[in-house]
Every structure is written in C-alpha cells, then in structure tokens.
C-alpha cells in the first residue's frame, strides 16, 4: 500500500477517535514532539510561554484534529505534548533525525541537496534573504525555508487538493515536488510564500481583536478551517491577472528584483504588500461561502466555480472604484510574460 494511502488511513482514525471519543483521545495517541527557542513559566504553573515553535512529530495529530468538522465538542480532548529548548543546530538537527526514524525521511534529505535547492539557495541569498534547507528548526533569522515554502507553491499552482494533504506527500511525489522547485526563481517563491504568510497575518490580526463586526467573524471561521489557506492560494493566483490588469505567466509572477532584495523591501513589507488582496477576497469568501465552505472545497470543479464569480466580483469593482493597496502592489510585480 503506498505510504500516502497508509497515512491518510492512520489520519481517519486519529480524527474518528477526536470525534468519538475525545476523552480517551490522548490515551490512543502519541502525541506530538516540539521543538522550540525558549521557555518561560513556573514550574507547575498552568501555563508557559514559547519563543518559536516547530512540531517536529505529530503533524498526522495535528492535521487530523484540525479537520474534524464543526459541531463535535473537542473540550475534552487532551493531546500528550512533548516540548524540547534547544538551539543548536546540529543537535536540532538530531533530534528531528531521532524522532522520526519510524519515517523514511531520505527523499527529504535528498532534495534539500539537491542541485536545484542550492540554486535556489544562491538566488535568495544574492537577495539578501536566508533560504534553509535544513528540515525542522529554523534560526531566528530563517524566515523561508524548502520545508516551509512547498505547500504554498503547489496551492499557487492551483493544486491546492495536494497542499492540503501536506508537504511530505510533495516531497515524496516526484511531479509535484518538481512542479513545486524545477526552474522556479527565488523571486517567485518569495512572492508565493509572502502571500501564504499575509494569510496568516490577516488570521492573527483578527483572533487578537476583542470584538469582531459579523463579516469579520465569517472571515476567521472560513481562516480557522484547515484547508482554506491553500483553497485562499490557489483562488487568488487564479484570479491574479484580473486583480493586476494585467497578463502574468503563473508559474513565473514575482516581485521586481528591486522590491526582492531585502535592502528595499524586507520580508515583512513584502507580507504587507499582499494584505489588501487579501482582505478583498477573504471578505468575499467570507460573505458568500461562509456557511458552506467544507462542502464546496470537496467539488471537483470548487476552483473553477468560485473563481468564475469572484473573478466578475473584483473585475467590477475594480473597474469602478480601483484599490490603492493594489495600485501600489502593482507597480511591485513583474509579470514575466
């Protein structure tokens, strides 16, 4: 049976046991291991601060529990967590090898070597930005990494099925980690990965207001939901050229080798660069497919059908009153064609 099969079986029963019987829900499973920079809280205390974190082991724990449905109460399932300091690369490095040797993990090893990475790496680099292609903790100063970027590249592509099942089925599956990395330039992952982490931002930006406006509450149901992120990807690269005014070439797009490098636009600018794209389509989404998101992300055709009406939405709108956000993010993007 091959390994994809294998693990999206081991992830229906972690999700069954989250919704049938949530409170033997941390005797049944392992838990998940996490690695992070640094600690803070009394010991015994009823909560601790970290500084940073990457689960290392556990993404099947994580990912099935983040798909159960809404309307099975979670409350009284309690998941068994494993946190681990350390900032030593090398011996981060070994621990991730340690924790994971029940997986086979020499496809990961082999591309974060490979020829293309290292370009990839170089092309960053001459950017002023840190590319890792190290697996598991990143440095502070590692923003974007090969494990990071692949879920966001192959949503960008329009692939977002695989995105959600995760980035080790990239890794694993020759065509869609080629899709993902084969000629594809620093600038053009940059531009993928800023859009993939403005999405978060809008997230945070909303779970840390006291109160929310109704359409505001319908935006963080729709970005609380698991698979949206990459469905949110994968629509707005869709629908870019109406948003832009202009032809691109998708697999090309990206920021201008000016706003690229970080002496001009830093990371975080580049992220913001995005925001008003993305507060424009999440509020439509929002608005129209709040209430039945989970059962059209599920239609084959979900991408055509939603962009066909949300590619007339922003053409209209645009045409009549356009967005200066988007005006300025224009003049940032080189459309390759």
Same mark, same amino acid.
């Given at each position: 049976? *091959?390994?994809?099969?294998?693990?999206?079986?081991?992830? =229906?029963?972690?999700?069954? =046991?989250? !919704?049938?019987? *949530?409170?033997?829900?941390?005797?049944?499973?392992?838990?998940? =291991?996490?690695?992070?920079?640094?600690?803070?809280?009394? !010991?015994?205390?009823?909560?601790?601060? &970290?500084? $940073?974190? #990457?689960?290392?082991?556990?993404?099947?724990?994580?990912?099935?529990?983040?798909?159960? *449905?809404? $309307?099975? *109460?979670?409350?009284?399932?309690?998941?068994?967590?494993?946190?681990?300091?350390? #900032?030593?690369?090398?011996?981060?490095?070994?621990?991730?090898?340690?924790?994971?040797?029940?997986?086979?993990?020499?496809?990961?090893?082999?591309?974060?070597?490979? +020829?293309?990475?290292?370009?990839?790496?170089?092309?960053?680099?001459? /950017?002023?930005?840190?590319?890792?292609?190290?697996?598991?903790?990143?440095?502070?100063?590692?923003?974007? $990494?090969?494990?990071?970027?692949?879920?966001?590249?192959?949503?960008?592509?329009?692939?977002?099925?695989? $995105?959600?099942?995760?980035?080790?089925?990239?890794?694993? =599956?020759?065509?869609?980690?080629?899709?993902?990395?084969? #000629?594809?330039?620093?600038?053009?992952?940059?531009?993928?990965?800023?859009?993939?982490?403005?999405?978060?931002?809008?997230? /945070?930006?909303?779970?840390?207001?006291?109160?929310?406006?109704?359409?505001?509450?319908?935006?963080?149901?729709?970005?609380?939901?698991?698979?949206?992120?990459?469905?949110?990807?994968?629509?707005?690269?869709?629908?870019?050229?109406?948003?832009?005014?202009? +032809?691109?070439?998708?697999?090309?797009?990206?920021?201008?080798?000016?706003?690229?490098?970080?002496?001009?636009?830093?990371?975080?600018?580049?992220?913001?660069?995005? /925001? @008003?794209?993305?507060?424009?389509?999440?509020?439509?989404?929002?608005?129209?497919?709040?209430?039945?998101? #989970?059962?059209?992300?599920?239609?084959?055709?979900?991408?055509? !059908? &939603?962009?066909?009406?949300?590619?007339?939405?922003?053409?209209?709108?645009?045409?009549?009153? @356009?967005?200066?956000?988007?005006?300025?993010?224009?003049?940032?993007?080189?459309?390759?064609?």
């Amino acid at each position: 049976m *091959p390994r994809y099969f294998k693990a999206k079986k081991i992830n =229906t029963v972690i999700r069954g =046991t989250a !919704e049938s019987a *949530p409170e033997n829900f941390w005797v049944f499973n392992n838990g998940i =291991t996490i690695l992070t920079r640094g600690l803070k809280g009394e !010991e015994g205390g009823d909560s601790i601060e &970290v500084d $940073g974190i #990457s689960i290392i082991n556990g993404a099947q724990t994580t990912g099935s529990i983040g798909s159960v *449905p809404d $309307g099975f *109460p979670l409350t009284s399932a309690n998941v068994l967590c494993r946190i681990i300091k350390c #900032s030593d690369s090398d011996t981060v490095q070994s621990i991730v090898k340690f924790n994971n040797t029940q997986n086979v993990i020499t496809t990961w090893d082999q591309y974060s070597n490979a +020829p293309e990475q290292k370009r990839i790496q170089n092309e960053f680099e001459s /950017l002023g930005h840190t590319y890792s292609l190290k697996r598991g903790f990143s440095e502070a100063t590692n923003l974007i $990494g090969v494990e990071q970027v692949a879920n966001s590249l192959i949503s960008f592509s329009g692939d977002y099925a695989s $995105g959600n099942i995760g980035k080790n089925y990239i890794f694993e =599956t020759k065509s869609l980690y080629n899709k993902c990395f084969d #000629s594809k330039k620093a600038s053009h992952i940059l531009f993928v990965y800023a859009l993939s982490k403005s999405i978060d931002e809008i997230r /945070l930006e909303l779970k840390s207001k006291d109160k929310l406006i109704n359409i505001e509450e319908r935006q963080l149901k729709l970005l609380k939901y698991l698979r949206f992120k990459n469905f949110c990807i994968a629509i707005i690269s869709k629908n870019l050229e109406t948003i832009l005014g202009f +032809p691109i070439e998708t697999s090309e797009v990206s920021f201008t080798t000016y706003a690229s490098n970080v002496k001009n636009k830093s990371f975080y600018d580049l992220i913001a660069s995005w /925001l @008003p794209i993305v507060r424009i389509v999440t509020t439509y989404l929002a608005n129209k497919y709040h209430d039945n998101f #989970s059962e059209i992300i599920q239609r084959e055709d979900a991408l055509h !059908e &939603v962009g066909v009406d949300l590619s007339t939405f922003i053409y209209t709108s645009f045409m009549s009153n @356009p967005n200066p956000g988007v005006e300025s993010f224009k003049l940032m993007v080189d459309p390759h064609k």
